[in-house]
């Protein structure tokens, strides 16, 4: 099994950055497409971000697109998501995600099989 290790989280100002890792410390996921998710208190976990194994195809949700940037370094066995413009709104738990082998789609959380721990972003205003 792919144990996902995200880093990265904490405390920063609206108009801020961040940068979030995920990592599979001893293995390798370098054959697997990944996304990043988001929940906030109280509500559905929601799809941010994704990548495709090799890091030539990405998708953003709508409410990211154009700030953040989802990237892939298979040779770390890293997957990046570098939040830029950060608003209150971004505040919320985040989680990396592997694809699981009979997914779907891209967006939805059915579609990916393994979930890292999370790593609490917040966003003051």
């Known amino acids: 099994q792919v144990e996902l290790v995200e880093s990265g989280g904490g405390l920063v100002q609206a108009g801020g950055s961040l940068r979030l890792s995920c990592a599979a410390p001893?293995?390798?996921?370098?054959?697997?497409?990944m996304g990043w998710f988001r929940q906030a208190p109280g509500k559905e976990r929601e799809f941010v971000a994704a990548?495709?194994?090799?890091?030539?195809?990405?998708y953003y949700a709508d409410s990211v697109k154009g700030r953040f940037t989802i990237s892939r370094d298979n040779a770390e066995n890293l997957v990046a998501l570098q939040m830029n413009s950060l608003k209150p709104e971004d505040t919320a738990d985040y989680y990396c995600?592997?694809?699981?082998?009979?997914?779907?789609?891209?967006?939805?959380?059915?579609?990916?099989?393994?979930w890292g721990q999370g790593t609490q972003v917040t966003v003051s205003s």
């Open positions: 001893g293995r390798t996921f370098s054959n697997y497409n």
């Open positions: 990548i495709n194994w090799s890091g030539s195809i990405t």
């Open positions: 995600a592997k694809m699981g082998a009979h997914a779907s789609g891209w967006f939805s959380i059915y579609d990916y099989d393994r």
